[in-house]
């Protein structure tokens, strides 16, 4: 196990794009950051790429669709590091830009919500009890201004005419999750 010193991060959907920057930017502060990804190989060279930048970055096989791969890599963690500083719930998707309301398959519907809802949820609640054992924990719920009821519903936002019903609600539910875990964690 590492010594409890060193501020370990997880950040989910990490292998590229905003997660990938993301675990960059921690790792640069000297945080051991495991890159979540659930194409196992994807993920290890995502941790190569940063890796070959001195950076201290591990890859961890996290599917957040996938309940046993979230036990599995919570549990993972507890064995090698038995602690949480940072959970980066990052992974999501967006598959209905532009798609009318009335349009939407609901396949997608249900796609969208269970890696944008109960994939992050799932992960949260997985790892809340390492997240507890470290002496200054955060989470952070990659949300976006998509989920803004008062901005999608404003004319005068820049937002007002984004269509992805699927993924704006998905947005809107995770701030509520924040919202009440926020409460609960105080």
């Not at 196990?1 to 960059?24: C, H, P």
């Not at 009890?129 to 470290?134: A, G, M, Q």
């Given at each position: 196990?590492?010594?409890?010193?060193?501020?370990?991060?997880?950040?989910?959907?990490?292998?590229?794009?905003?997660?990938?920057?993301?675990?960059?930017?921690?790792?640069?502060?000297?945080?051991?950051?495991?890159?979540?990804?659930?194409?196992?190989?994807?993920?290890?060279?995502?941790?190569?790429?940063?890796?070959?930048?001195?950076?201290?970055?591990?890859?961890?096989?996290?599917?957040?669709?996938?309940?046993?791969?979230?036990?599995?890599?919570?549990?993972?963690?507890e064995e090698h590091f038995g602690k949480l500083d940072i959970l980066v719930n990052n992974a999501g998707i967006f598959l209905d830009s532009g798609t009318n309301p009335s349009d939407l398959d609901l396949n997608?519907?249900?796609?969208?919500?269970?890696?944008?809802?109960?994939?992050?949820?799932?992960?949260?609640?997985?790892?809340?009890?390492?997240?507890?054992?470290?002496?200054?924990?955060?989470?952070?719920?990659?949300?976006?201004?998509?989920?803004?009821?008062?901005?999608?519903?404003?004319?005068?936002?820049?937002?007002?005419?984004?269509?992805?019903?699927?993924?704006?609600?998905?947005?809107?539910?995770?701030?509520?999750?924040?919202?009440?875990?926020?409460?609960?964690?105080?």
């Open positions: 196990m590492q010594s409890n010193d060193k501020k370990i991060a997880l950040v989910t959907g990490a292998n590229k794009g905003l997660g990938f920057e993301i675990s960059r930017q921690l790792a640069k502060q000297e945080i051991t950051v495991l890159i979540g990804a659930r194409d196992e190989s994807k993920g290890a060279e995502a941790a190569e790429k940063l890796q070959a930048q001195g950076l201290d970055v591990q890859s961890i096989k996290l599917d957040v669709t996938d309940i046993s791969s979230i036990a599995t890599a919570a549990k993972n963690i997608i519907l249900k796609q969208t919500f269970e890696t944008n809802v109960f994939g992050a949820f799932a992960v949260l609640q997985a790892t809340l009890p390492l997240i507890r054992k470290s002496n200054a924990g955060r989470i952070v719920n990659m949300s976006s201004t998509l989920g803004s009821l008062t901005d999608t519903l404003d004319p005068n936002s820049h937002y007002f005419g984004l269509r992805g019903l699927a993924y704006q609600a998905t947005k809107a539910a995770l701030n509520e999750i924040t919202a009440q875990f926020s409460k609960e964690l105080a």
